[in-house]
């Protein structure tokens, strides 16, 4: 039973046309997470919601925002997209957030932009 | 700040034999969690097992186990018996102890299992 849930799995955007990415979540949890993960590397942190309360990370482009209208969803809009973010976009969840805490994962979504 | 390094950016091992995965980290926490995860081609993060780092035992799910050594900053990750269906990537990360949500990742091993 899938547990974290993204959509679309593949999405093809033009440059500079904005998209939104969706996640969703069956298992109640607290936090919700972001990462880009582009070819051959780590992902990286993009930001995070502690229930509402929103933690942007520092070095995130202004050009990605997000949405978290309920606990179990979350969007990524990307307002003007570049070639440059072209990548694999992974949602995560974790109960609180702690060190112990498992962070589970969707399939991710996996933006070409044109 | 934490940092993990993972020195192997590809392995191929034979099948039915055990792997070992190599993590170090480095952290001026206290109390850590470490955490490995498995990334096959489709691309979604698999969690495998989890490190706290007071536990006195290794931890152990199935056929994964995590040698961990506190004082050399290690915490490899042991497959016993390999299959076909753990070819893929595989990361360690890392999270510390306070306000700090994120995991910081290695750059990951590819590992190949051969027939």
């Known amino acids: 039973d899938a547990m974290v849930i993204q959509n679309p799995r593949y999405q093809v955007t033009q440059f500079g046309k904005p998209v939104t990415l969706s996640c969703s979540q069956t298992l109640n949890h607290n936090v919700m997470y972001w990462y880009q993960q582009k070819s051959s590397q780590a992902p990286k942190l993009l930001f995070h919601?502690?229930?509402?309360?929103?933690?942007n990370e520092a070095d995130t482009p202004d050009n990605f925002q997000s949405r978290r209208p309920n606990t179990s969803f979350c969007f990524l809009d990307i307002r003007s997209p570049g070639l440059g973010d072209a990548a694999m976009y992974l949602c995560a969840t974790s109960r609180t957030g702690t060190r112990s805490d498992t962070q589970y994962f969707g399939p991710g979504t996996r933006l070409t932009v044109l | 700040a934490q940092k993990i390094t993972q020195t192997q950016p590809g392995m191929f091992v034979q099948e039915k034999e055990a792997v070992t995965l190599d993590c170090t980290y480095d952290?001026?926490?206290?109390?850590?969690?470490l955490f490995w995860y498995k990334q096959p081609s489709s691309g979604e993060m698999i969690f495998l097992i989890y490190?706290?780092?007071?536990?006195?035992q290794n931890a152990t799910e199935g056929r994964y186990s995590l040698n961990f050594q506190k004082a050399r900053k290690s915490a490899n990750l042991v497959i016993s018996a390999s299959q076909l269906g753990d070819s893929a990537m595989y990361f360690c990360?890392?999270?510390?102890?306070?306000?700090?949500?994120?995991?910081?990742f290695g750059t990951g091993t590819r590992l190949t299992i051969i027939p």
């Open positions: 990360a890392m999270r510390g102890l306070f306000g700090n949500e994120k995991l910081t």
């Open positions: 952290t001026s926490d206290q109390s850590y969690g």
């Open positions: 490190q706290g780092s007071y536990d006195e």
């Open positions: 919601y502690y229930d509402k309360d929103f933690n």
